[in-house]
């Protein structure tokens, strides 16, 4: 069960199946995790996953339903009690762009959650744009601020810099660190606006802000286009910075951004996640991070599956070849 150190998130923002709908939710996983050719890469499959999700039990489907029509003040949702069994969860992999191609029931689930909410895509450029990626400690990697660290990883909007970032990012926990200390980071926005001055909020929603691609995306320099980190609605603003790689323009606009962290900081969930426990953080109104935590690389260490979601899929076509599920170069400029 995941412990929230800082104020308790509420009832609305979490749901944990109760016996006969895990019950269900696994024959509907191994339902699906037995469908040929049993790959989660492939489009068959994918399109089996998006059929099957309409039959998931139904409180969860209402949840879902309502997560998508609003995220609420936490802009995440917790699912807990999925098929997880961590006796039969195989050691942790340790390689960096380690990716889960094969169906289980874990990911099944996770997969079945996913789709019953938009469409679950995945960047060409990233993790080989496997949809089911693997969250691990990976050894001489330990400072990296990315997934494969074990150093705090720096609250961010997930691909913050692309276009057709994520709408909803979903990590699962097959297994959490030896001591039980890693946690997932959540701060929204929602609880962090009414704590800026009016000055920082007025900055933040002005072009004052540039995010640096990450190198393994190999994006043309100076591509960026300089962004509020608030946009749209002024009452309720979607928020999007990455503290590793947002870059503000002056002096002023760097104070709100210090500013607005300070306060992303007093407002942050860490959840610490058990097996079987599902955090969606909606990357629109939402920060992620992880705090530290020591990996043994014993094939007992921390491993989270995430995916992405998008709740548009249309607006990405032009990236996506055969309107498939991966985003990547796209068709060639005419
Ligand atoms: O390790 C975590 O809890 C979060 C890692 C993360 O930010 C990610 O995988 O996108
Ligand atoms: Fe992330």
């Known amino acids: 069960m995941p412990a929230e150190v800082k104020p308790k998130i509420g009832d609305d923002a979490q749901i944990s199946l109760d016996g006969q709908e895990k019950g269900e939710l696994t024959l509907l996983a191994e339902q699906l995790r037995d469908i040929g050719p049993r790959l989660n ?9 998006r059929e099957l999700s309409c039959r998931l039990p139904m409180r969860l489907r209402q949840t879902l339903r309502r997560f998508t029509w609003n995220s609420g003040r936490e802009a995440m949702l917790l699912v807990r009690n999925l098929p ?20 289980t029931t874990p990911a099944s689930a996770l997969m079945l959650i996913a789709m019953a909410m938009g469409e679950v895509i995945a960047f060409e450029k990233e993790k080989t744009g496997a949809l089911v990626q693997d969250v691990v400690p990976v ?49 929204s926005v929602r609880n962090a606006v009414p704590l800026l001055s009016a000055r920082t909020r007025e900055i933040l929603h002005q072009p004052r802000f540039v995010t640096m691609a990450p190198a393994s995306f190999e994006m043309a320099d100076g591509m960026e286009e300089p962004h509020g980190i608030l946009a749209g609605s002024f009452e309720d603003p979607d928020l999007k910075v990455d503290f590793s790689s947002t870059i503000p323009s002056d002096d002023e606009a760097g104070q709100a951004m210090a500013e607005l962290e300070a306060v ?71």
């Not at 690389?297 to 599920?325: I, N, T």
């Open 41 to 49: 890469d492939d489009p068959r499959w994918t399109s089996a996953a």
């Open 264 to 334: 992303i900081e007093r407002v942050a969930h860490t959840l610490i996640l058990g097996p079987g426990d599902l955090a969606f953080v909606d990357n629109r109104l939402a920060l992620h991070g992880r705090n530290s935590f020591q990996p043994r690389y014993d094939g007992r260490d921390r491993w989270l599956q995430r995916v992405f979601v998008h709740l548009d899929f249309r607006k990405s076509r032009v990236m996506r070849m055969a309107d498939g599920q991966v985003l990547g170069a796209g068709e060639a400029v005419r």
């Open 84 to 103: 997880v069994e961590p006796e039969n969860v195989p050691d942790t992999p340790t390689v960096r762009g380690s990716v889960q191609r094969e169906t």
């Open 139 to 187: 050894p001489g990697m330990e400072q990296f601020q990315g997934n494969a660290g074990s150093i705090k990883l720096n609250m961010h909007t997930e691909n913050a810099f692309h276009e057709h970032k994520p709408d909803l990012v979903g990590l699962m926990c097959l297994r959490n660190d030896h001591e039980n200390v890693a946690g997932l980071r959540v701060a």
